[in-house]
T-cell receptor, first 115, second 114 residues
Framework: KAGVTQTPRYLIKTRGQQVTLSCSPISGHRSVSWYQQTPGQGLQFLFEYFSETQRNKGNFPGRFSGRQFSNSRSEMNVSTLELGDSALYLC??????????????FGQGTRLTVV | AQSVTQLGSHVSVSEGALVLLRCNYSSSVPPYLFWYVQYPNQGLQLLLKYTSAATLVKGINGFEAEFKKSETSFHLTKPSAHMSDAAEYFCAVKSPSSASKIIFGSGTRLSIRP
């Protein structure tokens, strides 16, 4: 079955602009989580969506937001981009049950560069 | 709060040598521990996970990890390194109260010398 698909793979934006990233989870998976990966801060949890509702949230400013559609596809939006938002944004798909042992499957990520 | 600490941001071994990547966890409750691998310009792939069924966990690509409660460790090993093992490795933990949120360690970059 198809894996997690993130689009686009690469993106260059200017400071102050906004950006939308997309993630299509594995078929049947209802949970989508987003992570930011930077050399300085490592991998950090942004938020999780399950059944179109934000179920969990990390410690990021309100400029970072997301949503999930009825087909479980998710989008992440960053407004008023800053240079520090340059990162690899990873999406993870899982069944969404409450079992911590349930595996999360990651997409290849979107590399965002803010200039 | 749950956390993991990876000792050594970069490890270099010769091809055929033992690989040992260290991870210590901080948890007051039984932890859910994982090892992930990331190849250049790729996402993360699960190598193995601790499920409490056994302290020695076998994963993909010949890797295994041993859970030691007395040492709060979950080190990753492979008896014989291969050039294709060159990648970044992340130890991670989940809290029972937040099954979807993965807390990652800082990562260890593994280099393999010919």
């Amino acid at each position: 079955k198809a894996g997690v698909t993130q689009t686009p793979r690469y993106l260059i934006k200017t400071r102050g602009q906004q950006v939308t990233l997309s993630c299509s989870p594995i078929s049947g998976h209802r949970s989508v989580s987003w992570y930011q990966q930077t050399p300085g801060q490592g991998l950090q949890f942004l938020f999780e969506y399950f059944s179109e509702t934000q179920r969990n949230k990390g410690n990021f400013p309100g400029r970072f937001s997301g949503r999930q559609f009825s087909n479980s596809r998710s989008e992440m939006n960053v407004s008023t981009l800053e240079l520090g938002d340059s990162a690899l944004y990873l999406c993870a798909s899982s069944l969404g049950d409450h079992n911590p042992n349930t595996e999360a499957f990651f997409g290849q990520g979107t590399r965002l560069t803010v200039v | 709060a749950q956390s993991v600490t990876q000792l050594g941001s970069h490890v270099s071994v010769s091809e055929g040598a033992l690989v040992l990547l260290r991870c210590n966890y901080s948890s007051s409750v039984p932890p859910y521990l994982f090892w992930y691998v990331q190849y250049p310009n790729q996402g993360l792939q699960l190598l193995l996970k601790y499920t409490s069924a056994a302290t020695l966990v076998k994963g993909i690509n010949g890797f295994e990890a041993e859970f030691k409660k007395s040492e709060t460790s979950f080190h990753l090993t492979k008896p014989s390194a291969h050039m294709s093992d060159a990648a970044e490795y992340f130890c991670a933990v989940k809290s029972p109260s937040s099954a979807s949120k993965i807390i990652f360690g800082s990562g260890t970059r593994l280099s393999i010398r010919p």
